[in-house]
């Protein structure tokens, strides 16, 4: 009896313990989209857009670069579908 | 679910749900075209000043000077000319604007363009969409 008392108690603890990094993890995730989103949107893109703006590239090496900014947008957006995706 | 679960998802719904505005801000106030009105900047007769924005939008710049007696706008061609790729300011020899006088600076620009807005501009969707998806799923656990 004892022994099963105390395999149900480690096992609450498990549970509840792996609960709680679950749910970290949630929080945590939910800052670090956020954070990426206005790092990448503010930030990235317009730094991005003004270094070609003032910069004499052109031809193919301005069309590459000027494909960035639409590349974090895609990464930001892959970032934030993946976990609708899996349902969290 | 236990009570520290609820709480814990409650708590990162509302961190993103809080969130959800700035970047709901951040996207609309950095995709598209933006406009600036009333940068400031130092005439530097001869030498172009570098404004904030880049790609402005052609002839929608409206520059003022102040030589020290008020706002005056000045005259393209004549007084300056306006570079719209890099968004610059060159006050003119020869023009009214004096070296060292205030600008001030108002026009419109392209912060992005084609598929960069139209992706960045689902982002704010995706995260009401996550915010949505969490407390569907977490409902559907038995919240």
Known sequence: ?88 | MNAKGIAAVLIAVTIAATLFMPISNVVTGNTGTQSVVNETATADVGTAVDLDGYEVVGDSETVYYDNGSGWTTATSGTDYSFDDNSASVTALSGGSIDDGAALRVSYDYQATSGSTTTIAGLIPLFVALLILGVLAAKTMDGL
Not at chain 1, 2 to 29: C, H, I, W, Y
Request: aromatic share 4%; no cysteine; hydrophobic share 60%.
């Open chain 1, 1 to 88: 009896m004892l022994d099963f008392m105390k395999m149900t108690a480690k096992s609450a603890v498990a549970n509840a313990r792996s609960e709680d990094r679950a749910q970290t993890n949630l929080v945590g995730l939910f800052i670090g989209l956020m954070i990426a989103a206005i790092v990448a949107i503010q930030v990235f893109i317009p730094v991005v857009n003004d270094a070609i703006a003032s910069s004499n590239v052109s031809g193919t090496e301005a069309t590459i670069l000027g494909l960035l900014p639409l590349f974090a947008a895609l990464l930001l957006l892959i970032a934030l579908a993946s976990p609708l995706m899996r349902r969290i």
